[in-house]
């Protein structure tokens, strides 16, 4: 099973805001406005389950930054979705969007719920609950909310229907969304996609040769599987794959389109061809040109830092290092490329989305891939080259643009 530790992520999550203030030289005044939530809402959200009983579950939204924009950011479905673990990624999403440069605040809600042991029917009392508990947060120019992890297509479906009961019909209230329903094509691969776009920018700067380039990816949910899919079938070899309860592993690569289908059929990756089992702990250490940790938060610490053998970590999950795990990686030599860049393709096509509804035109995938591309590109451009001209780490880097931008706009706009 995934595993983490019981550390506070927001507090170490602003380990890597504080270095990027004293880099830009904030007074303590502008970066305790920057570091706290403007909003934090909990509520109640009792539920009917299928046998008769109610249960009441803790449901959260999380304002953290609107400076730039409306505030921007997914709801996640998660046992582990308390109060500090959003607000934590609420702060993520205002140095993200600020990094990748689309018009949005931070964000990010949650419900405090194992989503794996509810029905479907229950999956949907539980959204419209909390969507009604928290539609007075919400806006089109306001709060846009999107999936994370533990949701999808259909509870964003579920969430614009119970918002669209009160206010009328109102598409880009979310986005993530079914195409029928308004969703843009493209926004279910789109964070996996835009991680290869990055590992493609970071290979060629190091010279990695990616025909054949080794993938280890911890995580087969919609991100993984998406990220472990489109590197496969740009031929670099994916020697292992996990997901909940375990993995697989085969030195001379795995057939990505084969294990997604016995995935399908059988529920799990056990007994898929020649492989050989591996556990996510396991995973993590193997030698590989690219580690892409792409589940839960927190799974590389400084107990399992030394032992990675990576060339290059790539963070598509939300904070997967912990601030020690990224010291040692970065004393050692491993670059790391920053959740706030990799896993930005997700909010960047959701941002086109929303655009798409505002004027009520569906753009072409094609058109899709490229701006993606062309705005991930630019992130990444911008990242490493601050990087290597002030002698910094990529995630250094990366914090010290989000957070000068989204500075810069709070004292236009006469907040400071």
Known sequence: MLTKTTENTFDEISVFFNRAAERLGLDEGVRELLRRPWRELKVAVPVRMD???????EGYRIQHNGVRGPYKGGVRYHPSADQEEVKALASLMTWKNAL??????????????????????ELNRLTRRYTI????????????????????????????DAYSQIHGLTPAIVTGKPVELGGSVGRDSATGRGATYVIRA?????????????????????????????LWEEGYNVIAVSD???????AGGLDIGELTRHV???????????????SNAELLELECDFLIPAAIDRVI??????????????????????????AILHQRGVPILPDILTNAGGVIVSYFEWVQNLYQHHWVKERVDQELLGTMTAAYENVSGLASSEDISLRE????????????????????
């Open 202 to 230: 970071i290979a060629r700067d190091l010279g990695i040769s990616l025909l054949g380039a080794r993938v280890a990816v911890q995580g087969f949910g919609q991100v993984g599987s998406w990220t472990a899919r489109l």
């Open 397 to 416: 880097a990366a914090f010290t643009i989000g957070v000068e931008r989204v500075a810069r706009v709070a004292r236009i706009r006469g907040f400071l």
């Open 264 to 278: 399908e059929e059988t529920g799990g990756m056990a007994g898929f061809g020649a492989a050989e089992p591996v």
């Open 100 to 121: 990748v440069d689309v018009p949005f605040g931070g964000a990010k809600g949650g419900v405090k719920c194992d989503p794996t042991a509810l029905s479907e029917g």
């Open 51 to 57: 046998d008769g009983r109610i249960e009441v579950f």
């Open 133 to 160: 508990n928290i539609e007075h947060f919400l806006g089109v120019n306001r709060d846009i909310p999107a999936p994370d992890l533990g949701t999808n297509a259909q509870v964003m479906a579920w969430m614009m």
């Open 244 to 250: 909940v309860h375990g993995g697989v592993y085969r």
């Open 301 to 326: 610490t400084e107990a399992n830092a030394p032992r990675v053998q990576a060339r290059v970590v790539v963070e598509a999950a939300n904070h997967p290092l912990t601030p020690d795990a990224d």
